[in-house]
């Protein structure tokens, strides 16, 4: 249970460095809802790295705390978000540019908290599963070595 908590942190953290929710009645592009949420990115992490039931633990109890920790700034960024609309309708480039600043520090925020819940989990891995992650943590990042096994680059089609 512990690692599905820290798993979910750091889907978490991601969710943060994603734009806001979109609103009612469209369909939801962030990590962290539907197939690609928590869960996913814990279970893909613990077959491609191979995570022990501790390490499981830890990286779910990050995903935890991360969610947690990102809530205040996954609802300002929506307010940000509203209030740059709410700009441009009035072509108020005041406003826009004071939105568009809002929007970019939370932005800074986000990310580094989800660079912190990657951190914490990175350091909860052996060296064999560091080198499996990727050189640019593929794996941690959800890139294009998040859905598949790691291992070496497929070959190149002429």
Known sequence: ???????SLLAAGMLVAQPPAPPAGQRPHMMGRGPGG?????????????LSAEQQNKVHTIMAES????QGTHQQMQTAQAALTDAI???????????????ANLQQQ?????????????ATLTADQKTKV?????LLRGGPAGGRRPGPPPAAKN
């Open 1 to 7: 249970m512990r690692a599905s908590i820290i798993l």
């Open 38 to 50: 928590p869960r996913d990115f814990e279970t893909r992490l613990t077959q491609n790295l191979g």
């Open 67 to 70: 969610r947690l920790s990102t």
């Open 89 to 103: 309708k009035a072509g108020d480039e005041t406003r826009i540019d004071k939105a568009s600043q809002d929007i």
């Open 110 to 122: 986000q990310t580094a908290m989800h660079a912190r819940s990657m951190a914490k989990i990175y």
């Open 134 to 138: 990727g050189p640019n943590l593929e």
